[in-house]
């Protein structure tokens, strides 16, 4: 299917498109820039501008002044009113399926948004940050630069992230702290009340083994997790 762009987005060069793309109104994309299929990006989005940092080249990349890593977006993505995505400085941005970022949501350059992922309104992710997939940041939250958000988080409003948030565990306050494992996330991912009670301890630290019987999907997502790098 065609994309539908609205006659007031300006789409600059190096931008590829996939199909059946929604592009609203006054929308700026800027390359290099490449967006899969069945996205809805609304109204004011700001997609592809200069990475925010003192010595970044601030160049007009909507009117094909490109230089940069540049952004890369997946496919079925939301992305609602006035979101900012920037792009890289060292690697480009990259927001994967299936994510839903809410109006006023800022994205800042060299972060990885997995898939599945629900950014709400106004929350503010600082550079070099990693969300994996399945987590849920709450309305006006703060995530400081290179900090990294388990799989299946749950972060409460207004949270102030300074440092990594554990997979399928429930994160509020300013500063942030743990209280809790994210039982409703865990059953949507089939897991019984067995298959919770053995996943707490290794989800609140106690234990270091991922407990066998999970659902496949599951346990390959936590074993990624338990194997992830210092990435920045």
Same mark, same amino acid.
């Given at each position: 299917?065609?994309?539908?762009?609205?006659?007031?987005?300006?789409?600059?060069?190096?931008?590829?498109?996939?199909?059946?793309?929604?592009?609203?109104?006054?929308?700026?994309?800027?390359?290099?820039?490449?967006?899969?299929?069945?996205?809805?990006?609304?109204?004011?989005?700001?997609?592809?501008?200069?990475?925010?940092?003192?010595?970044?080249?601030?160049?007009?990349?909507?009117?094909?002044?490109?230089?940069?890593?540049?952004?890369?977006?997946?496919?079925?993505?939301?992305?609602?009113?006035?979101?900012?995505?920037?792009?890289?400085?060292?690697?480009?941005?990259?927001?994967?399926?299936?994510?839903? @970022?809410?109006?006023?949501?800022?994205?800042?350059?060299?972060?990885?948004?997995? #898939?599945?992922?629900?950014?709400?309104?106004?929350?503010?992710?600082?550079?070099?940050?990693?969300?994996?997939?399945?987590?849920?940041?709450?309305?006006?939250t703060v995530v400081h630069q290179g900090t990294q958000i388990?799989?299946?988080?749950?972060?409460?409003?207004?949270?102030?992230?300074?440092?990594?948030?554990?997979?399928?565990?429930?994160? @509020?306050?300013?500063?942030?702290?743990?209280?809790?494992? #994210?039982?409703?996330? @865990?059953?949507?991912?089939?897991?019984?009340?067995?298959?919770?009670?053995?996943?707490?301890?290794?989800?609140?630290?106690?234990?270091?083994?991922?407990?066998?019987?999970?659902?496949?999907?599951?346990?390959?997502?936590?074993?990624?997790?338990?194997?992830?790098? #210092?990435?920045?």
């Open positions: 299917m065609a994309n539908r762009i609205h006659e007031t987005a300006i789409i600059g060069a190096d931008v590829e498109l996939g199909d059946d793309n929604v592009i609203g109104p006054y929308t700026v994309i800027a390359g290099p820039c490449r967006i899969g299929d069945g996205n809805f990006i609304g109204p004011h989005v700001s997609i592809g501008g200069p990475a925010e940092y003192l010595s970044a080249p601030h160049l007009a990349g909507w009117d094909g002044e490109n230089d940069g890593p540049g952004v890369v977006i997946g496919d079925r993505n939301r992305i609602r009113e006035f979101v900012t995505i920037n792009q890289g400085a060292k690697d480009a941005t990259r927001i994967g399926s299936d994510n839903y @970022l809410m109006g006023r949501a800022h994205v800042a350059h060299d972060c990885i948004i997995d #898939n599945s992922v629900v950014i709400t309104s106004a929350v503010q992710i600082a550079g070099h940050c990693h969300v994996w997939s399945g987590s849920n940041i709450g309305l006006g388990g799989p299946g988080a749950m972060i409460g409003l207004g949270s102030a992230i300074r440092k990594e948030v554990g997979a399928f565990t429930i994160t @509020l306050g300013n500063p942030a702290r743990t209280t809790g494992v #994210n039982v409703i996330g @865990l059953s949507r991912r089939g897991c019984d009340e067995d298959a919770i009670a053995a996943l707490t301890g290794f989800l609140t630290g106690k234990e270091a083994e991922v407990p066998a019987g999970l659902p496949e999907e599951l346990a390959a997502l936590l074993k990624a997790w338990t194997e992830r790098s #210092n990435e920045h």
